[in-house]
């Protein structure tokens, strides 16, 4: 990609120190840790080189920040055994067998059967891979302030999106996979695609798309990984428009293929307008415009309350603790298509049907307002409970006027800890993807301040934990 879009640094400065992205794909540790049996021997001269002898011998190769891609080694055996391989992103889960932080369970390790003595080469197999990225130091957008804490979460955020762009061919495959990992299942169209996690979600995730297509853009310059990304929902829709069953867009990408979100179908839709609101990229919209048409309908056609709200039946979502029926958050992107709207043409059920023209209600602010509280409730019942997302997307999406934004801004300050905002409807957790959307709501209330400091405590205690991967 960096051969494609930047081929050069675009210029200089203070900033530079603060890239995370090699120089070189070809990448070496940074160190080793202590030996953690005595059977193993570091050479503090060559942080690379080691000597393991004995069953059971370990040592651990630090790197610095994260990476991943095919694991090279050259060694020099002067008899047969067996070499192990384990992944960790934590110094908590350093051992013989890989962390959990790639799938609901723990990776296990890689091994190869050495037979021979003298000198050799272990190179890990392609579908084993651990993510990669390409070498994208020379990127569109740089940063630079004061605030030295600043300047590196926004290059560790550029860094996140880097190794999020992989190859096609590089998705994690669950189906039949009970142990170990597999990341060789298609993703989508194109040579690289944006997928929800290097490791984990290594799949494409439209409820991502608010966040990613803008960030993409204004840091890395590459949004040709989120057309891929968006395209590929609408290849998966295509197929059930065809079989004229419904419009909807997948939850995720293949090889998941989740289904059955409502939310995550308007995030389709939603990621669409973003996309084509920074490349201007109209050959894109035409060419996916009837099924744009279809998705709205298919939404639209959920509107079944006489109070114009819409009625949540595909309830996958992000990591809420409940969806359903008349959901606030639902509401919010709901409401946002018609901020982004760009249908102009009548729209039509999944077997051709026309429908009537979408009319806009503003139901939302009427039903699942809490004027007690001064803040939306979770629904358009009568709970207590006051969600931070469909909080901050209001304010984010343009539905409540000044009065009503500057008391959202103000209770949203509620959920505050020394490390972050926690989501009450995800109770005592603390979800950063909904919390940048609180950064943004802040921003748009001119309390800037509060949006700095929300930064801080949420990113700030994951780029200063020593429990992770970090730059030298």
Same mark, same amino acid.
């Not at 002898?53 to 040592?59: C, D, L, R, T, Y």
């Not at 639209?300 to 606030?328: I, P």
């Given at each position: ?6 081929p050069n ?31 193993a ?5 060559h ?10 011998s370990?040592i651990v ?10 694991v ?5 055996s ?5 070499l192990?391989l ?6 908590n889960?350093?051992?013989?067998q ?7 369970y723990?990776?296990?390790a ?8 003298g000198?050799?080469a272990?190179v ?9 990225w ?18 590196r979460i926004w ?5 996140t ?5 992989v190859?096609?061919?590089t998705g994690?495959v ?5 142990s ?8 989508g169209?194109g ?19 608010g ?29 059930r ?8 867009f997948?939850?995720?990408?293949p090889p998941?293929?989740?289904k ?5 179908h308007? #995030?389709?839709? @939603? %990621?669409?307008?973003?996309?084509? *609101?920074?490349? +201007?990229d109209?050959? $894109?919209?035409?060419e996916?415009?009837?099924?744009y ?12 309350y006489?109070s114009g709200l ?7 979502d ?15 992107n709901?409401e946002?298509?018609f901020l ?6 009548p729209?039509y059920t ?22 007690s509280y001064?803040a ?24 409540v006027?000044e009065?009503?934004?500057a008391s ?5 300050l509620?959920? #505050?800890?020394? @490390? %972050?905002?926690?989501?009450p409807? *995800?109770?005592? +957790?603390?979800?950063l $993807?909904?919390?940048?959307?609180e950064?943004q ?7 800037p ?5 929300l ?10 934990t020593?429990?992770v991967?970090?730059?030298p």
């Amino acid at each position: 990609m960096a051969q494609i879009y930047w081929p050069n640094t675009a210029f200089s400065g203070p900033w530079e120190k603060n890239i995370y992205a090699p120089a070189s794909r070809t990448v070496r540790p940074a160190s080793t840790l202590s030996e953690l049996k005595a059977n193993a021997v570091t050479d503090s001269s060559h942080p690379y080189k080691a000597a393991l002898h004995g069953n059971g011998s370990i040592i651990v190769f630090v790197f610095g920040i994260e990476v991943g891609g095919i694991v090279h080694l050259d060694y020099t055996s002067t008899g047969s055994g067996a070499l192990g391989l384990a992944f960790t992103e934590a110094k908590n889960w350093i051992g013989e067998q890989s962390d959990s932080s790639s799938a609901l369970y723990h990776d296990g390790a890689l091994y190869a059967n050495i037979s021979s003595t003298g000198k050799g080469a272990y190179v890990m197999p392609d579908e084993y891979l651990r993510a990669t990225w390409s070498n994208l130091r020379a990127y569109q957008g740089y940063f630079h302030c004061s605030d030295k804490l600043l300047n590196r979460i926004w290059y560790s955020s550029a860094y996140t999106l880097q190794t999020n762009e992989v190859p096609v061919d590089t998705g994690r495959v669950t189906k039949g996979v009970t142990s170990g990992w597999l990341n060789n299942g298609t993703l989508g169209p194109g040579d690289t695609i944006i997928v929800d996690g290097a490791k984990r979600d290594r799949e494409v995730w439209p409820g991502d798309k608010g966040i990613a297509v803008p960030s993409a853009f204004v840091s890395l310059g590459d949004l040709e990984s989120v057309k891929n990304a968006l395209q590929i929902m609408y290849n998966t829709q295509l197929r059930r428009l065809q079989n004229k069953t419904t419009g909807a867009f997948d939850e995720s990408g293949p090889p998941l293929s989740q289904k059955d979100s409502d939310t995550y179908h308007m #995030w389709s839709m @939603i %990621g669409t307008y973003k996309y084509v *609101l920074h490349t +201007n990229d109209t050959d $894109f919209l035409l060419e996916n415009w009837a099924s744009y048409k279809h998705a709205m309908g298919d939404i639209y056609g959920k509107v079944t309350y006489s109070s114009g709200l819409l009625n949540v039946t595909g309830t996958r979502d992000w990591a809420r603790w409940q969806q359903g029926y008349n959901n606030s958050e639902a509401q919010m992107n709901y409401e946002h298509l018609f901020l982004c709207r760009l249908e102009t043409q009548p729209i039509y059920t999944a077997d051709g049907a026309p429908r009537p023209p979408i009319s806009r209600k503003q139901s939302t602010p009427t039903y699942c307002w809490d004027e007690s509280y001064g803040a939306f409730k979770d629904n358009a019942t009568n709970t207590s409970l006051h969600p931070q997302d469909a909080n901050s997307m209001a304010i984010m999406f343009g539905v409540v006027n000044e009065e009503r934004t500057a008391s959202i801004s103000e209770k949203l300050l509620k959920n #505050w800890t020394p @490390i %972050g905002a926690v989501a009450p409807e *995800l109770r005592e +957790n603390i979800a950063l $993807f909904i919390s940048s959307f609180e950064i943004q709501s802040h921003f748009i209330a001119h309390e800037p301040a509060r949006a700095l400091y929300l930064i801080r405590r949420g990113w700030g205690w994951y780029i200063n934990t020593r429990m992770v991967q970090r730059a030298p």
